[in-house]
């Protein structure tokens, strides 16, 4: 079974400048989660879609961050204008039940 | 809200040793389940270990096992005979029973095994 898809695994960018992670779940599952990981801290959620409607986004910040995933599957994330402070990974998960998690490799962002 | 904390930053350990990673949380379910999760360098999160509330017995997988408190609100891991490759970060989270609910972190554990 193929596990959570990202890309890239590493992006640089100048501050200012927008910049967009694609995300593929394990197929078959339904939900689908953003993650924000901050060096030296745990993952933060950003976003959990059910399908393709949103479930959470309280922790987004929506005037720069957005996030969309078309037909239930894929998801791509969005980040214009970048900010220093969103130096981080992204984290995507998937899961088909209650009380499980698999995640992608993340993808590491540099804004300079 | 629920929170994690994981009180140890950094920890080390001799190859073969045992060493044991803390967790607490808070939260006011009944129904949860609670996960010890390990990042290495490569930065994908690997389950380690899951355990759901209202099972008493505390889980193990092979080398792992933890020591879930409940009314403490305590999930401790445990690995024995530790290895070279299980250096990496050491996450603890928390997962509401009802609804399809995300992951709670705590802050990480990074262990180094010393060969």
């Known amino acids: 079974e193929a596990g959570v898809a990202q890309s890239p695994r590493y992006k640089i960018i100048e501050k200012r400048q927008s910049v967009a992670f694609w995300c593929n779940p394990i197929s078959g599952h339904a939900t689908l989660y953003w993650y924000q990981q901050i060096l030296g801290q745990g993952p933060k959620l950003l976003i959990q879609?059910?399908?393709?409607?949103?479930?959470?986004d309280s922790q987004l910040p929506k005037d720069r961050f957005s996030a969309e995933r078309l037909k239930g599957v894929d998801s791509t994330l969005k980040i214009q204008p970048a900010k220093l402070e969103d130096s981080a990974v992204y984290l995507c998960?998937?899961?088909?039940?209650?009380?499980?998690?698999?995640f992608g490799q993340g993808t590491r962002l540099t804004v300079v | 809200a629920q929170t994690v904390t994981q009180s140890q930053p950094e920890m080390s350990v001799q190859e073969a040793e045992t060493v044991t990673l803390s967790c607490t949380y808070d939260?006011?379910?009944?129904?949860?389940?609670l996960f010890w999760y390990k990042q290495p360098p490569s930065r994908q999160m690997i389950l380690v270990i899951r355990?759901?509330?209202?099972?008493?017995q505390n889980a193990t997988e092979n080398r792992f096992s933890v020591n879930f408190q409940k009314a403490a609100k305590s999930f401790s891991l445990k690995i024995s005979d530790s290895q070279l490759g299980d250096t990496a970060m050491y996450f603890c989270a928390f997962m509401k029973h009802s609804g399809n609910t995300p992951l709670v972190f705590g802050k990480g554990t990074r262990l180094s095994v010393i060969a």
């Open positions: 998960a998937s899961s088909l039940r209650w009380g499980e998690a698999f």
């Open positions: 879609f059910q399908n393709n409607g949103v479930v959470d």
């Open positions: 939260t006011s379910e009944n129904n949860y389940y």
């Open positions: 355990q759901e509330a209202y099972k008493q």
